[in-house]
């Protein structure tokens, strides 16, 4: 991605078995590549695209060069999460 711009992320939550399942209390957080946390989101159905299909349109901080993001909540009262990480470039 490229500085100034906004990216959509977006997450494919699934069950052990494959299937996309709905997560309760879905948020993004998104930190640092030190692990810093830097900001957080409450994500609901005008996030959802699908059944277990998630997004969220981010525009990171003009002095980040990278940035790690993780969307978890939980299923049946146990914790699901996905993290990725995103680099920035100027050109």
């Known amino acids: ?11 494919h939550f699934k069950s052990l078995s494959g299937r996309l399942v709905d997560p309760d209390n879905v948020k993004l957080t998104i930190y640092k590549p030190d692990q ?11 996030h959802k695209e699908n059944v277990g299909v998630f997004f969220y349109d981010y525009t990171p901080a003009s002095e980040l060069n990278e940035f790690i993001f993780e969307f978890a909540g939980s ?12 680099k920035i470039k100027f050109l």
Do not use: A, H
């Open 1 to 11: 991605m490229y500085k100034g711009d906004t990216c959509r992320l977006k997450v």
């Open 36 to 46: 810093t946390k830097i900001e957080e989101f409450l994500l609901d159905d005008t």
């Open 75 to 86: 299923v049946n009262n146990k914790p699901i999460l996905v993290r990725d990480s995103v």
